[in-house]
């Protein structure tokens, strides 16, 4: 989920600010992004069947918190 919310953010904004959409400013990080939260989620997981709030609003709060870095970053 935290990969697809980067991917459309960080579209949005790059289209916004007209700025370059490569592979390796779309996907890297989204991948990235996608193995930080399933080893956390794998961690926090053991004990329980459903995620954690936490888990699900830091998934969301880290892929904001990239898309909008990445784009000051190349803009």
Known sequence: MSMFVYGMLFTALMIAFDGP?????L??????LYAVVRLTEYAAMKKTKTPPRW???GSFGIAVS???????WLV
């Open 21 to 25: 959409i490569t592979f390796e400013t």
């Open 27 to 32: 996907f890297v990080p989204g991948i990235l």
């Open 55 to 57: 888990l699900v609003l």
């Open 66 to 72: 990239a898309a909008v870095g990445m784009t000051i």
